[in-house]
């Protein structure tokens, strides 16, 4: 599903910009910007349209040097003039180069990009840019960001509202930047002006939640419009925008006979329909490939059923409809869902097209959706990906629908169980060990596994499990499950650890666990501001049984450590029997995010982890 | 994603109404008709299902490659835009066709998408090009189904007026499916004489079934080619109109996957032409052009070095023979004299070497390194900055302006063609060369000194030598030829302790006995000190350095201040130095990190040491003061130094490289050492350290560590050197041997016990 289209421009100015930072740091600021949003009226085609108008003045404040500006556009949102004055002269001889965009992951959209380089002469100096857009259609006119890749000095953003226009505006953010807003009446029209100054740029981190989280901003809702005498409306409640939604869903066109051919094929000889479902699913998963296509409509509407079946090809929503044509060919209770992922802030309180950015399917499950996500390649039935966990979703029920959130699953879920059964032999360390991952571990393994070409699997499954060690020498290596998602993927092979013991001595050093499960995972409080948002929730469980060898006794064994924190908790213990020692740790992430308030914990606790994970057991000679 | 892209083809500048322009029509039309024509030829490999049980678990496997080459020619006389010469239409096709059974997801992945140039035009005064590609894509079922793919269904992704990129993604296409693709290209064009290589590879990262090549060109063109490293010859023969036949077969081609140490034109099989429309008439020998209809095997070794002379002869012609092109060359050795005067000698009674060195140290400074504020950002980022080959020639100039009669040096590149095997002028390097003083010199970076050779060059023997010692002639063609090819120099080659990384580590233990305290004096020698150069030096050190070494009166910024055209803007120049400087931290941080592979804190007292710019002081030297984790287990009371992790991660030889039959080529020869002194924390006694030696030595390298204790130091002396740039296959397990040794030591540990 198309990710919203305002969103994205930000995101590659920040990108963009941040990549000239790297070099400037706070070289360039916006000295003054200024933007207007105007509604007005507009064609048959596009009865209600919203102009805009955005002037920057770029200046250095250390040194001169070249500004990137960028500005997407696409079949809704177009430019209609560029103006660029540098020293306050048109004569420049800048020529802004149109393009197509790439986005990584898209086969194809309309999105474009305009884009140039300022020159910003010397300390002082100003260049000023003023673009005009018009956007065709007021219900992709959404959010609007008040930061930038830059600094900005001083900032001037007006909303134009006629009284023939309806509409919300949500505001988010606001807190620490002392935005100004106020409301007046000018010719009719009602003017909503946010004044702002001292903005500071806009830092991109990794492994941070999305911009709706933390960016100052507005959502403007539009509700309806009546330019003339035929009244438009838009999306007053969640209910308007799941109509615009079932409007789509309605000329897909899709041809359920053709596709009931194939869902009969795969759940030929199954009565049950759990079976049944799980079965699709995972066809769905194996056999449709990922291609998305965004131009348009399309980004919004699903390609047919049967299309997609042909082309064995498509994008989420492809894939959600696909299977929701192929389940209710069953008679299976089928659904489609229109779902934000964790990335967006929104739910659909606010509705608008900003909401949302995926599209799942629900088998109804006596009465209950059961989520199916095939865009998950790898993941198992009933088992959901933390970027959808929690989120609400807009579930198809006829004329109506549902508004559910889809369930926050367990940290279990994800569990990667390592069972290793050493002995000692001479400086080497010999043995058997299994090796279980489930949940979005295992589906992180799979993928890892099916990018690397088949004859170069082996060798490369190997080099991760020895963790990269050379001495680590695996064989009678046996995979189980690799191709069933639906059961958890298991790993068993024999080792010869190579001078895993240092012998001094009388005494014999060694560390059994070379996972070291998150070891110095510290986070830079120095530099990162924003919450660390980890891939899952997770759970690591490492148990190793090593026999001693009858001349050795323990004389050192490290303390055990047992950290329990809200989001996380951290055990690591030997333990020492008679002739062995037993060793567990287990790394528990129940909540997938650390918030900056916790940092400074968190690092403790690692400090802590990797401490006890740089201590040796000592065996000794038996006197 | 598969990205076929070919350099051009044929027409439809009709895109902007390209939905159902005429032109689209027609192109859909001739799109139909390439596909029904490329589906219908006969040739049994392209039926082939049977896969060789050899191949079974390949990713994928090339069933057939065929490349179809049609070259028509007409000659006609076209208007020229000044009314003179003759030009030659030229209708080029391609057809490029490949079966390729796709075994696994990730060849379902590579195949998914296809990606070309559909329409590219270039035009300009002295010609012009049209080409578009047509595609077709048919998917062979493993139950012998054939589906085609709607190969118009394109999306474009760059639609300008003169270049349409277009992608496809490929249908209903799955593991076991066997694909069946061609990229037709076709070109039109109005071209002068200007040669168009063209290249038949035999080598791919999946097994071949067969491979073939039919060409077919029109007796106006000639044909120069060389099979290398195996390849097959090419089969050629006229038809009875005179059109040359060209045919290549080769069958079973086994995967190629070994990238580690290989020259591609040395070790791989493949067949390069030079294709062009031949000339018979004045000139046609002096400048190397072929006869129409000739197809010449080039067996002459003198060819690309005869080229290299005509080139080269006309850039002497331009650069310094015509009228006031020297003045520039005298301009620097004057300013060479300046600077001469400024350090307290006299240039006049300097030694070639030293007037050499001063001529070479005033060129970069004038011409590379001067400062200019309208392009301070350039500058600020020159460490970064390549020059081509064409900067040896200015030395060469300089030299030659000031009596040190140099020559040029023309030589092959090591990794690529031997000079035995060249075609073009562009396969051989050319450096400047002092015959008197016996040494080289060439610039490609602000950090090179004098007398140095580069990588590319080192050990090149057959060498040949320019000395543009010939008056221009009066004929138009004789600056073409304005120098004997004289037998060159023979090349030298480094040693390992030449190419060295010398990392003197003083390492003690932090009090609370978790980090490892590192202070840390790295020297890098010869090859190995561009990389950090350009990542640790700052243009201002360099300037800096440089007016110091120049003797000059004022210092680089206050020479900024007090000019009159550039004191307005000292601020901006410190405060855009100033930034550098600050990021120069995190660049040592970097460095550390990236080196050591461990976490690195409390980075201080970093700096340069010795900026290594100049022969006379060649080492790159820089320091710094750290914290390093990663090093350190604790035992109880004891503690553990896996002092073999200084190293970081030293290079292994893997498992699947171990197999090889073919010679290894590597960059240089080379050597790393670490000169470890470790204190013993007061109360702790260390063992284990007769156990840290190793010594494995042979022809090839070695790798040998020494520790020994001398109060209350530990002092290791770790060193690897690979001693060639070059070893034959059969001795690659004496390399592994070595290098597996030092591997195999990152494991070495040392007990710190509590007394």
């Not at chain 1, 079965?279 to 049967?306: L, T």
């Not at chain 2, 054939?146 to 760059?158: M, P, Q, R, S, W």
């Not at chain 2, 200019?372 to 020639?393: F, P, V």
């Not at chain 2, 490289?657 to 050492?673: G, H, T």
Request: glycine share 4%; with cysteine; charged share 30%.
């Amino acid at each position: 599903m198309r990710v919203h289209f305002l969103f994205v421009a930000c995101l590659l100015m920040f990108q963009l910009s941040a990549a000239a930072q790297e070099t400037e740091d706070d070289n360039i600021s916006i000295v003054k910007s200024i933007r207007s949003f105007r509604f007005v009226k507009g064609t048959v085609d596009n009865p209600v349209v919203i102009k805009e108008e955005h002037s920057r003045m770029f200046t250095c404040n250390k040194y001169r040097t070249d500004v990137p500006v960028v500005e997407l556009f696409n079949i809704i949102e177009t430019i209609d003039e560029v103006d660029i004055r540098v020293d306050g002269s048109k004569r420049h001889g800048i020529v802004p180069a149109y393009e197509y965009y790439n986005r990584d992951g898209i086969f194809y959209s309309d999105e474009q990009v305009c884009y140039f380089t300022l020159p910003v002469s010397k300390i002082g100096n100003k260049s000023e840019v003023t673009l005009k857009k018009t956007i065709k259609d007021p219900r992709y006119f959404t959010n609007i960001f008040f930061t930038e890749g830059y600094a900005i000095n001083e900032q001037e953003i007006k909303l134009y509202v006629p009284a023939w226009v309806s509409l919300d505006i949500k505001e988010y953010h606001f807190g620490k930047y002392n935005i100004r807003k106020s409301v007046s009446q000018e010719s009719g029209e009602t003017v909503y002006t946010f004044l702002m100054n001292n903005i500071p740029k806009f830092k991109q981190e990794s492994s941070a939640p999305g911009l709706t989280y933390y960016a100052p901003h507005i959502l403007v809702l539009c509700k309806s419009a009546q330019p003339k005498d035929v009244p438009y409306t838009y999306f007053k409640t969640v209910k308007e925008q799941y109509e615009w939604y079932q409007s789509l869903v309605k000329t897909i066109g899709d041809d359920e006979k053709i596709v009931k051919e194939k869902a009969e094929e795969i759940v030929k000889g199954i009565s049950n329909d759990e079976e049944k479902v799980k079965k699709i699913f995972q066809w769905v998963q194996d056999n449709i490939r990922y291609i998305a296509f965004e131009n348009g409509i399309a980004g919004f509407k699903p390609e047919k059923a049967q299309e997609v079946l042909r082309k064995k090809y498509g994008d989420c929503k492809g894939m959600a409809n696909l299977l929701t044509v192929m389940l209710r060919s069953i008679k299976l209770d089928a659904r489609r869902c229109w779902i934000g992922t964790k990335h967006i802030a929104y739910d659909y309180s606010t509705p608008s097209l900003s909401v949302d950015n995926h599209m799942i399917c629900a088998w109804m499950k006596d009465g209950k959706p059961v989520y199916l996500d095939a865009t998950e390649k790898y993941i198992g039935f009933g088992e959901i990906a933390e970027r959808i966990q929690g989120r609400q979703t807009l579930i198809e029920n006829g004329n109506q629908y549902l508004l559910e959130k889809v369930p926050v699953a367990s940290y279990l879920q994800n569990t990667s169980t390592e069972k290793r059964k050493l002995v000692i032999e001479g400086n080497n360390l010999r043995g058997h060990i299994t090796h279980v991952w489930k949940g979005e571990n295992k589906e992180w393994l799979l993928n890892a596994l099916t990018d690397i070409k088949q004859d170069k699997q082996e060798n490369a499954l190997k080099q991760f499990l020895a963790e990269g060690e050379s001495g680590f020498e695996i064989s009678n290596l046996k995979i189980t499950n690799l191709a069933d998602y639906n059961n958890d993927l298991k790993i068993e092979y024999d080792v010869l650890w190579k001078n895993a013991v240092s012998v001094f001595d009388k005494d014999a050093y060694l560390s059994i666990d070379n996972r070291v499960n998150f070891k110095d995972f510290k986070i830079d409080t120095d530099k990162r501001t924003l919450p660390y948002w980890l891939q899952f929730k997770n759970n690591l469980v490492f148990e190793i049984e090593l026999v001693l060898p009858s001349d050795k006794v323990v004389s050192e064994l490290p303390e055990k450590i047992n950290i329990k924190q809200p989001g996380y908790s951290f055990y690591a213990a030997y333990t020492n029997e008679a002739g062995k020692i037993n060793y567990r740790s287990e790394i528990i992430i129940n909540n997938a995010e650390i918030v900056p308030e916790n940092f400074s914990q968190w690092n403790k606790d690692i400090k802590q982890l990797t401490d006890f994970y740089d201590q040796q057991l000592v065996l000794t000679s038996k006197k | 994603m598969k990205q076929l892209v070919f350099s051009a083809v044929l027409c439809f500048a009709f895109f902007s109404s390209f939905a159902q322009s005429k032109k689209a029509i027609a192109y859909r039309k001739e799109s139909e008709d390439m596909r029904k024509s490329v589906w219908a030829w006969e040739n049994p490999k392209f039926k082939v299902r049977d896969i060789p049980q050899k191949y079974a678990n390949a990713s994928k496997i090339i069933i057939a490659h065929h490349t179809e080459l049609i070259a028509d020619s007409k000659s006609s006389i076209a208007f020229y835009g000044l009314g003179f010469g003759a030009k030659f239409k030229q209708d080029l096709t391609e057809i490029v066709r490949e079966v390729v059974k796709l075994n696994d997801k990730s060849a379902i992945a590579e195949y998914s998408e296809l990606s070309f140039t559909q329409f590219e035009k270039r035009s300009g005064f002295y010609g012009s090009d049209k080409t578009s590609t047509y595609i077709g894509v048919r998917i062979i079922k493993p139950n012998g189904v054939i589906k085609e793919v709607n190969a118009d269904d394109i999306v474009l992704t760059k639609d300008a007026a003169n270049e349409k990129q277009a992608k496809l993604a490929i249908p209903d296409l799955e593991v076991g499916d066997i694909l069946d693709y061609f990229f037709a290209t076709a070109r039109n064009t109005i071209d002068d004489m200007s040669t168009k290589q063209y290249n038949l590879i035999l080598f791919a990262d999946a097994p071949v079934l067969s491979y073939s090549f039919h060409g077919q060109l029109a007796k106006k063109y000639a044909i120069e080619y060389r099979s290398y490293n195996n390849a097959p010859e090419l089969n050629v023969r006229k038809n009875d109109d005179g059109t040359i036949v060209i045919d290549v077969v080769k069958n079973d081609i086994p995967s190629f996957e070994t990238s580690l140490w290989v020259s591609v034109s040395r070790q791989l099989p493949f067949i390069r032409m030079n294709i062009a429309q031949g000339f018979k008439g004045i000139g046609s020998e002096s400048l190397g052009i072929s006869k129409p209809g000739e197809v010449i095997k080039v067996t002459n070794e003198r060819m690309a070095i005869e080229e290299k002379a005509r080139t080269y002869s006309l850039d002497y012609y331009n650069g310094y023979l015509i009228r006031n092109a020297k003045k520039e060359y005298e301009r620097l050795e004057d300013l060479a004299k300046q600077k001469a005067k400024q350090k307290g000698v006299n240039y006049e009674l300097l030694s070639n070497e030293e007037k050499a060195a001063m001529l070479y140290y005033t060129f970069r400074f004038d011409w590379l390194l001067k400062f200019s504020i309208y392009r301070l950002a350039d500058k600020i980022n020159i460490g970064y900055r390549e020059y081509d080959e064409g900067y040896n020639l200015v030395l060469f100039f300089l030299f030659k302006t000031a009596g040190l009669n140099p020559d040029v040096v023309v030589c092959e590149d090591r990794m690529g063609y031997r000079v035995s095997e060249s075609m073009n002028g562009t396969d051989l390097l050319a450096l400047a060369y002092i015959p008197s003083i016996k040494s080289f010199f060439s610039v490609r970076n602000i950090f090179d000194v004098p007398f140095t050779i580069p990588v590319a060059a080192e050990g090149a023997q057959n060498t040949s030598s320019f000395s543009f010692e010939h008056r221009a002639k009066d004929k138009p063609a004789g600056v073409n030829n304005l120098t004997e090819i004289k037998t060159g120099p023979d090349v030298p080659v480094s040693k390992s302790s030449n190419n060295s990384r010398v990392e003197k580590l003083r390492l003690s233990i932090t009090s609370d006995q978790s980090l490892v305290s590192v202070k840390r004096t790295c020297t890098l020698k010869g090859h190995n000190k561009h990389a950090v150069q350009e990542k640790l030096l700052l243009y201002e050190d360099i300037m800096n350095y440089e007016f110091k070494e120049f003797n000059e009166s004022t210092t680089f910024l206050d020479e900024i201040a007090d000019e009159k055209g550039s004191k307005k803007y000292i601020e901006e120049v410190k405060n855009a130095f100033a930034e550098a400087k600050k990021k120069q931290k995190d660049a040592f941080l970097k460095d550390a990190k990236n080196y050591f592979e461990q976490e690195i804190t409390n980075m201080k007292d970093f700096g340069i040491d010795n900026p290594g710019i100049r022969h006379t002081a060649p080492d790159f030297i820089y320091r710094s003061t750290f914290e390093m984790g990663g090093l350190l287990k604790k035992a109880g009371n004891n503690i553990i130094v896996e002092i073999g992790k200084i190293q970081g991660t030293p290079f292994v030889i893997k498992e699947e490289q171990l197999k090889r039959d073919l010679d290894v080529y590597m960059p240089f020869a080379r050597s790393i050492e670490y000169h470890v002194e470790l204190e013993i924390p007061e109360g702790y006694t260390a063992e284990g350290i007769a156990a840290l030696n190793t010594k494995v030595e042979n022809e090839t390298g070695f790798f040998t560590t020494e520790a020994t204790q001398n109060g209350n130091t530990v002092s290791i002396k770790i060193r690897k050197h690979y001693l060639h740039n070059f070893e034959s296959a059969k001795n690659f397990e004496k390399i592994v041997a070595f290098v597996n040794a030092s591997a195999e030591w990152a494991n070495a540990k040392l007990l710190l016990k509590k007394k």
